[in-house]
């Protein structure tokens, strides 16, 4: 069942709505992240808005969903809203007034659609009443400023410093200042300490008051204040991350069912020392190699999910992870799917995609082996998805230095003519050599979601067509196609449904 949690930030200036099942696991800390997204700040608590009550576990989080909660970072602490008192006093009058004009007129229908409601009334009141009796904190200024406040010794780094706590005093209570507002604290100033802010000339004439000066140093400084900011890095562990990094981290895992499981409740060092068993198994994969495997699960995707971990650093630490057998186990655990899928459908789809290739005169006639089908299908895909094929999949011959003609870091293959072997490279190393291209593109599919990659440029799109049409893999958010060409994807996923293609 879905929970709506009403969430405001601090200062009560941004105001955000979350929606999440009430049985999700870790609601609390899961709410907490995806409001921070939304606030653009990094929360670690709610409390109570009404009374500033912490709110720490799932359990109280769920009772009390129908009330506003606000977000803190951790040098951030509730306050109550400055203007509660007012509220009471000044909404109290306006009943007053209302009850006692009842009383004498009868209010007709047309008088109640102009007439502003009460509550509207009251808001604008309280607002006016807020900035009105806005108190300048001096004693956030130092000795020096004050001093030389007192003694009306004009220096552009005092003035600086009395604007700037002006302004940080009033965005406490909106970020959005009033200019009548910021007239008015800059009269209260002046009232104060006239000899610090008077206008004189370079004969110290004196020209002006100093209160239009003064309020011109207010507005930059809060138009300074409401620039586009950069948002800050989260931490994650004890690494910081940025925004960029968390939006890639989506998009290296959009799709991934099983990406981020617990951490079994296994003492770590037995943990560790599976790892080191099914290390030592990788000449051979059998029903031993597949339990420990599946009981270092959690451990597997702990470090492959780490920002810093790198195609290399699994290599050392996992290289169990780099045989046949284990890419599509792993596949098949984290995706919750058999990337023998893939295989079967696209044998299934070969006469539709030759009937295509005829269509779109990619070719005359369609050729006879199977092999030569499949390949003639990726070559349609490709081009008229406008990606380069032989950056994924290019003829080479046997006498070659293969990894010198590699144009790319990424999963891909090389289909030696002469023993008709496909041979997989990852980061310009063979990974290994299969006999069957089906085969090779399913290894070389999996390695772009076991290790969190991003379809490399040139072949996004086809990689993609492979996701979506072949795999049924819609994430609902993230992509590992930073093209994002969905245009002309699903043009193509369209004209293969059309049924009038095969005649």
């Known amino acids: 069942?879905?929970?709506?949690?009403?969430?405001?930030?601090?200062?009560?200036?941004?105001?955000?709505?979350?929606?999440?099942?009430?049985?999700?696991?870790?609601?609390?800390?899961?709410?907490?992240?995806?409001?921070?997204?939304?606030?653009?700040?990094?929360?670690?608590?709610?409390?109570?808005?009404?009374?500033?009550?912490?709110?720490?576990?799932?359990?109280?989080?769920?009772?009390?969903?129908?009330?506003?909660?606000?977000?803190?970072?951790?040098?951030?602490?509730?306050e109550a809203l400055l203007a509660t008192t007012a509220t009471t006093s000044i909404v109290a009058s306006i009943n007053e007034e209302k009850e006692s004009a009842s009383d004498s007129f009868s209010s007709t229908s047309e008088d109640l659609v102009v007439a502003k409601t009460t509550q509207e009334i009251a808001n604008s009141q309280i607002s006016k009443h807020m900035w009105n009796t806005l108190e300048i904190p001096w004693h956030r200024l130092s000795k020096e400023v004050l001093g030389n406040c007192e003694k009306g010794i004009r220096q552009k780094s005092s003035l600086d410093s009395v604007a700037q706590v002006i302004i940080d005093a009033a965005r406490e209570i909106s970020l959005h200042v009033p200019t009548y507002a910021l007239k008015r604290v800059a009269e209260k100033v002046i009232a104060k300490y006239p000899g610090m802010f008077k206008d004189v000339d370079d004969d110290e004439v004196v020209i002006g008051d100093g209160t239009h000066t003064l309020y011109k140093k207010l507005c930059d400084r809060n138009a300074y204040m409401c620039r586009p900011f950069k948002r800050s890095r989260s931490v994650v562990g004890n690494e910081a991350v940025s925004p960029q990094q968390i939006k890639r981290q989506i998009n290296r895992t959009s799709g991934c069912q099983n990406c981020d499981p617990e951490i079994s409740e296994e003492g770590l060092d037995l943990l560790m020392d599976k790892k080191a068993l099914v290390n030592n198994m990788y000449l051979e994969f059998n029903a031993e190699t597949r339990k420990l495997l599946d009981e270092t699960y959690s451990l597997q995707r702990y470090f492959i999910n780490k920002p810093s971990t790198t195609v290399e650093d699994i290599r050392k630490e996992w290289p169990i992870l780099f045989i046949k057998e284990a890419i599509c186990w792993h596949y098949n655990k984290l995706m919750n799917q058999d990337i023998g899928q893939l295989e079967t459908v696209f044998l299934s789809k070969l006469d539709k995609f030759m009937q295509f290739a005829l269509k779109k005169k990619y070719i005359t006639a369609p050729p006879e082996h199977e092999s030569d089908k499949i390949k003639i299908s990726l070559i349609a895909i490709s081009k008229f998805l406008g990606d380069d094929l032989a950056i994924l999949l290019m003829d080479?011959?046997?006498?070659?230095?293969?990894?010198?003609?590699?144009?790319?870091?990424?999963?891909?293959?090389?289909?030696?003519?002469?023993?008709?072997?496909?041979?997989?490279?990852?980061?310009?190393?063979?990974?290994?050599?299969?006999?069957?291209?089906?085969?090779?593109?399913?290894?070389?599919?999996?390695?772009?979601?076991?290790?969190?990659?991003?379809?490399?440029?040139?072949?996004?799109?086809?990689?993609?067509?492979?996701?979506?049409?072949?795999?049924?893999?819609?994430?609902?958010?993230?992509?590992?196609?930073?093209?994002?060409?969905?245009?002309?994807?699903?043009?193509?996923?369209?004209?293969?449904?059309?049924?009038?293609?095969i005649c």
């Open 396 to 501: 080479a011959s046997e006498g070659q230095d293969q990894e010198q003609t590699l144009t790319t870091m990424a999963p891909c293959i090389r289909c030696l003519k002469e023993s008709k072997e496909y041979i997989i490279y990852l980061e310009k190393r063979e990974i290994m050599r299969v006999d069957n291209l089906l085969e090779a593109l399913q290894v070389t599919f999996a390695l772009y979601y076991n290790f969190n990659l991003i379809y490399t440029q040139g072949c996004a799109a086809t990689l993609e067509f492979i996701q979506r049409y072949f795999m049924k893999i819609h994430p609902d958010r993230g992509s590992r196609n930073k093209n994002k060409r969905c245009g002309k994807l699903l043009s193509l996923i369209n004209q293969l449904a059309d049924k009038h293609l």
């Open 1 to 78: 069942m879905k929970v709506l949690f009403k969430i405001w930030d601090c200062r009560r200036a941004k105001k955000i709505f979350v929606p999440m099942e009430d049985e999700e696991s870790g609601l609390y800390e899961q709410l907490i992240l995806k409001a921070s997204e939304k606030l653009q700040i990094h929360g670690t608590r709610f409390v109570l808005e009404s009374d500033g009550t912490s709110v720490d576990d799932d359990e109280v989080l769920k009772i009390v969903s129908t009330q506003t909660l606000i977000l803190l970072t951790k040098t951030e602490a509730w």
